[in-house]
């Protein structure tokens, strides 16, 4: 509507580019802590994220092979090797003392406390030479200041998923989250749908009374359940346990699932159901066979919410379903403890939240179009 | 036995449960107690359909009252009693007892910045987020990468941002790109951001701000695409402006979406738990109601003390919950 008036060209460039910035400004963090959970912990602690594509100046202490790996030439002993296991990193200063770790430039050679001498070629590789046979145990200490080509790696990953005996393990929170959020989801639609049906599509008095009734509970802040539905819990032997972070959920979950298919249901054409009521269909009948089938979008909203909801909450789990044993943990309640026991450890943080964002993510982007549409019709009327 | 199989087993138990209970009840009701059959047929037709809505909202009621219902009251009265004396009925004491503490009342004044901060920033941006992407050819794109965030856990986002803001010390290599930015542009010491009485509220703020944002932006746009061509053609016809045609014309008619936006991210702030939960617990002057109530009911075990934060936070939804309740009834009729 904007060509109407002939400014468009005029202005568009500036629009593209502030939502080029707006959307690089929302990108940032994420990306930052994606880039960060495929790289070692010397990377992230020495260089920005945003350095990560280009190479990375460190600094690091090697030993050398021990003496034990000398071999005689003529009259040389020798020890000869590469200090880095993979190709691409460049030296360009070392030292043989953690007082002067640039005191040589690379293919310079260093005079040793033991009388050897010592070459490290820009490459990593390096020769101790001596004219008599080099004693002692351990190898000698290299500080190189080298330049390494970015690296990336999925230690990270399998450090908290596979490796099951790891106190950092992130497999076991997984597959206890995923257990909380299925059924979690299931349930509260099929209680929710039939209700909402009787509230669409049934008349009784009261309907308009109940109606109002599940607005208002659609607000009630959940902190207000905590401390007397774990008193029933406990008092009815749930205890802390899946059972009662599922119906926790299941009742937490109820106003909006009951609000969002009632507003739907209500919009199915009268026809159709008048139609099949003549034809002598039960209640029950219709409801399987034509409401549910046609609620499907609403169906699928409210199942994404929910799953979002449960899959991403934290305070739910942590009053009804961690007991002291920590069975039972989620991810996000791993994370937390992560944040306190490995705060400045950002490879496991990082990796360990991306673990956790993964799922969601991939749900959000598969089904965006159904979470926008639950999204306007709980809101915008 | 395993969890994941005890999950399946109670989808099971749940799903067939429910199915079982609708279809077994609607038999009972049509065929035992008011059969369509026999002298009274048409009769008990009538009353069968006067019950039957009941045995479709039974399960969710009852699942609504006792989990919903119930504990509000509860909670008033947990509010009211003391714990240690046994539950004896101890007046306002726990209200009074809340009063005078410093940490209730950095709560309160921490959460009325947040609820000021928070939906009026997510929703300016959302607005304005919505009027650009509306314009251009990538806009559902550039949509779907800002309204991402919304399927990030609040502990998530804690954690993405947390590096933002991670700070090292002054003349090392900063990882936190807010550092780094910072240090760049002026060349000062590196800040611990979260640590910075009354400015590090705004840095967890932010996060609550990234998030939110998409979702007003989701609605708004809708809303500004809802706006009738005309008004902004005459508009145009007029003379006016791309700003006095955003401000004057396109505003004033979304008005009503604008306040649904600003409500529902209030409810979320009144709630918001889990970003000073992971960031900051509530040290250095960060704490809010929902973190604070935490502390009492799970911490210090206080509950009389946890449920009267409880209820101060119910106080201040109440009169959301009022406005919609009233939309409600009105939209019924």
Not at chain 1, 314 to 329: C, E, P, R
Not at chain 2, 67 to 93: H, I, M
Not at chain 2, 160 to 186: C, E, F, S
């Amino acid at each position: 509507m904007e060509n109407i008036a002939g400014h468009k060209s005029s202005l568009s460039w500036v629009v593209n580019i502030s939502v080029v910035l707006l959307v690089a400004l929302w990108m940032l963090p994420t990306v930052g802590l994606l880039v960060s959970s495929f790289r070692t912990a010397d990377q992230i602690s020495t260089s920005g994220w945003w350095r990560a594509l280009a190479p990375s100046e460190q600094n690091i202490k090697i030993r050398a092979n021990g003496p034990d790996t000398q071999v005689q030439q003529g009259d040389l002993f020798v020890i000869e090797g590469q200090l880095f296991d993979e190709t691409g990193a460049e030296i360009s200063v070392w030292g043989i003392s953690s007082r002067a770790i640039d005191a040589f430039a690379a293919g310079e050679t260093a005079e040793l406390k033991n009388g050897a001498r010592l070459t490290v070629q820009a490459d990593g590789a390096y020769r101790i030479e001596h004219n008599e046979e080099i004693t002692g145990k351990r190898g000698q200490r290299i500080f190189v200041t080298a330049t390494t080509p970015p690296e990336f790696t999925f230690d990270n990953y399998d450090l908290l998923l596979f490796q099951g005996d790891n106190t950092d393990s992130m497999g076991r929170a997984f597959i206890s989250t995923l257990t909380v959020t299925i059924p979690a989801t299931i349930i509260p639609i099929v209680v929710a749908a039939f209700a909402a049906y009787a509230l669409a599509w049934m008349d009784f008095p009261g309907r308009a009374l109940l109606i109002a009734f599940i607005v208002g509970l659609l607000v009630v802040p959940l902190q207000l359940a905590l401390i007397p539905l774990l008193k029933l819990h406990l008092s009815i032997g749930i205890g802390k346990g899946y059972l009662g972070a599922w119906l926790a959920h299941t009742g937490f979950g109820l106003p909006l699932a009951i609000y969002l298919l009632r507003n739907y249901m209500v919009g199915l054409p009268r026809d159709i159901i008048e139609n099949a009521r003549v034809d002598g269909a039960t209640e029950f009948q219709i409801f399987v066979k034509i409401i549910l089938p046609l609620s499907f979008p609403a169906l699928a909203s409210f199942a994404i919410f929910q799953f979002l909801w449960t899959w991403n909450d934290l305070l739910v789990a942590k009053v009804f379903l961690i007991d002291s044993t920590g069975q039972t943990t989620v991810m996000t309640n791993r994370i937390v403890e992560l944040l306190g026991t490995r705060g400045g450890n950002w490879e496991i943080l990082a990796t360990a939240a991306f673990v956790s964002i993964a799922v969601p993510l991939a749900v959000f982007f598969a089904m965006q179009k159904y979470l926008v549409r639950g999204l306007l019709a709980g809101s915008v009327k | 036995m395993h969890p994941a199989i005890l999950g399946l087993v109670t989808i099971a138990i749940g799903v067939g449960g429910c199915v079982g209970y609708f279809y077994l009840s609607n038999m009972v009701l049509d065929h035992v107690i008011f059969p369509a059959r026999g002298p009274n047929a048409g009769k008990n037709i009538n009353r069968a359909n006067q019950i039957r809505p009941w045995l479709f909202l039974f399960p969710a009621l009852f699942a609504l009252c006792l989990y919903l219902a119930y504990p509000v009251v509860e909670t008033l009265r947990l509010s009211l009693t003391d714990r240690d004396a046994d539950g004896a009925f101890v007046g306002l004491a726990n209200y009074t007892q809340m009063m005078s503490e410093a940490k209730f009342w950095e709560a309160m004044r921490n959460n009325m910045l947040w609820l000021i901060v928070v939906p009026a920033l997510s929703t300016a941006f959302g607005l304005l987020a919505a009027q650009l992407t509306d314009r251009i050819r990538w806009g559902n794109l550039a949509k779907s990468l800002i309204f991402m965030p919304m399927a990030i856990s609040f502990v998530g986002a804690a954690v993405i941002w947390k590096l933002v803001y991670d700070a090292r010390p002054a003349g090392t290599d900063q990882i936190g790109i807010l550092n780094a930015v910072y240090i760049w542009m002026t060349g000062a010491e590196p800040q611990t951001w979260l640590t910075l009485p009354f400015w590090n509220s705004f840095f967890l703020m932010a996060v609550l701000v990234w998030i939110q944002t998409g979702f007003a932006m989701v609605i708004l746009s809708a809303a500004l695409r809802g706006i009738p061509e005309e008004t902004v053609e005459a508009a145009i016809v007029d003379g006016a402006g791309p700003m006095q045609i955003f401000f004057k014309i396109k505003v004033p008619q979304i008005k009503s979406t604008i306040m649904v936006v600003w409500t529902t991210i209030t409810l979320v702030v009144l709630k918001v738990f889990d970003i000073v939960f992971a960031m900051t617990n509530g040290q250095w002057e960060t704490q809010v109601l929902a973190n604070y109530m935490y502390d009492k009911l799970f911490r210090s075990n206080d509950w009389g003390v946890g449920s009267a934060a409880a209820m101060v936070i119910m106080l201040l939804v109440l009169p959301i919950l009022i406005w919609n309740v009233r939309n409600a009834r009105q939209e019924m009729r």
